[in-house]
C-alpha cells in the first residue's frame, strides 16, 4: 500500500544544487525511516543518506557528507535531498526507499521504492 514519488532531479551545472522531493503515501510515512540511493550506468545502486521516523538522526555517505542534507515534513509526507556543490560523480538515478529502524546502508533493508528521479551534472 506504500508508494514513493520522486522529483526535482534535472540538469545542473558543477557547483550547482538540487533539491529531490520524496511524496509518500499513507498514514505510516513517520514510522519509518527514509533512505536515499543511487545508481548510476553501470554501478551498483550505493547508499546516499538516511533519516530516521522523526528526523533527529541523520547517516550519509562519505561520499555526499558535507554537500547533502537528508531531511522530512511528516505533516506532509515527504521527504527532502537537498544536493549542493554537485559534482559529475553525482549523476545518477536516484531513488528514495523506506527503511529500518537500524541505521542500513544497504538496499534489501529497504522494503518500498520510488521510481527514480535522474539527476544529471555537467562539468
Known amino acids: 500500500q506504500v508508494q514513493l514519488v520522486e522529483s526535482g532531479g534535472g540538469l545542473v551545472q558543477a557547483g550547482g544544487s538540487l533539491r529531490l522531493s520524496c511524496a509518500a503515501s499513507g498514514r505510516t510515512f513517520s514510522n519509518y525511516a527514509l533512505g536515499w540511493f543511487r545508481q548510476a550506468p553501470g554501478k551498483e545502486r550505493e547508499f546516499v543518506a538516511r533519516?530516521?521516523?522523526?528526523?533527529?538522526?541523520?547517516y550519509y555517505a562519505d561520499s555526499v557528507k558535507g554537500r547533502f542534507t537528508i531531511s522530512r515534513d511528516n505533516v506532509k509526507n515527504t521527504g527532502y535531498l537537498q544536493m549542493n556543490s554537485l559534482k559529475p560523480e553525482d549523476t545518477a538515478v536516484y531513488y528514495c526507499?523506506?527503511?529500518?529502524?537500524?541505521?542500513?546502508?544497504?538496499?534489501?533493508?529497504?522494503?518500498?521504492w520510488g521510481q527514480g528521479t535522474q539527476v544529471t551534472v555537467s562539468s
Open positions: 533519516i530516521s521516523r522523526s528526523g533527529s538522526s541523520t
Open positions: 526507499a523506506r527503511g529500518p529502524s537500524y541505521i542500513s546502508t544497504v538496499m534489501s533493508s529497504y522494503d518500498y
